[in-house]
């Protein structure tokens, strides 16, 4: 059985690779620059990229099962070709923010377009949905290094934040195992964790303490709209929304891998020379 992996040089697709490969799957990764990819040993590296559908349809032959990475503009184009080509199984990484974008215009959709067109494919379907990344607290790591704080908005709003590594391996287990088609798993990790605290377990990880300062919003926003966009506010102001409503933890993960999420703690003792 082989396993097409897209975006296999992405944050999410370079790790379920590793997982799959650990497994002993038989492993096709599409990359855009295979020369660049540096990918281990074992996978068939096939140059190509969701944007360019055409490029796609060649890695597609005697594949059984693939990882679809979110690129909706294609979506619909490399699944037909999928589904053309004889695969069986597609498990889509998705987002959190699918249920946001269900209450604006389609024309809107990211994450809930390439969901639809899973669903409207004729493939057997896995949609994997993730929210905060443990990995976001690296934004905090220069500021950590310069000032010895962390100085953001809202440090009491409260994330179930979760390892990217985790989520890799949820989706190598669906990619691999049977009994998860039709399904929309929603990943999280063990536990809401608020950002005040996130800090702390830094602090605790590098040996010194850092404290969490807190950010005025307009002065938050002043600082992240040049590289959000339009996209700080709904940042900012869904932050603000958590202080109160911490995200929910759930037990997807534990359901589909059988062993508990990576903790913060964890994750930010092995990335502790990321802050120092």
Do not use: C
């Amino acid at each position: 059985m082989r396993i097409l992996v897209t975006g296999a040089t992405g944050n999410v697709g370079r790790l379920v690779v590793n997982h799959l490969l650990a497994a002993g799957a038989n492993v096709r990764a599409l990359t855009n620059d295979p020369k660049r990819a540096a990918l281990p040993d074992g996978v068939e590296v096939v140059e190509g990229f969701l944007g360019r559908p055409d490029s796609v349809r060649p890695a597609l032959a005697g594949v059984e099962r693939m990882y679809l990475a979110p690129y909706p503009r294609t979506a619909p184009e490399v699944l037909a070709m999928a589904k053309e080509a004889g695969v069986r199984r597609v498990v889509d990484f998705s987002s959190a923010q699918a249920v946001d974008e269900a209450e604006r215009d389609p024309s809107t959709w990211y994450f809930l377009a390439v969901e639809k067109a899973a669903e409207a494919s004729g493939l057997e379907w896995t949609h994997i949905r993730a929210g905060e990344f443990m990995t976001n607290t690296l934004d905090w790591a220069e500021q950590i290094r310069t000032t010895g704080i962390v100085r953001k908005p809202h440090g009491r709003a409260a994330t179930a934040i979760i390892d990217m590594d985790d989520i890799a391996a949820a989706a190598a287990t669906v990619l691999l195992e049977d009994g998860h088609g039709g399904k929309l798993y929603n990943l999280t990790g063990p536990a809401a964790v608020p950002r005040v605290e996130l800090a702390r377990q830094i602090g605790a990880a590098i040996g010194r303490e850092v404290p969490f300062e807190e950010q005025p919003r307009e002065e938050a926003l002043a600082e992240m709209r040049p590289f959000m966009g339009d996209f700080a506010e709904w940042y900012v102001d869904g932050m603000a929304a958590l202080v109160d409503n911490p995200e929910p933890v759930t037990p997807d993960f534990t359901r589909i891998t059988g062993r508990t999420g990576t903790t913060f703690a964890e994750w930010a003792a092995r990335n502790a020379d990321s802050f120092r």
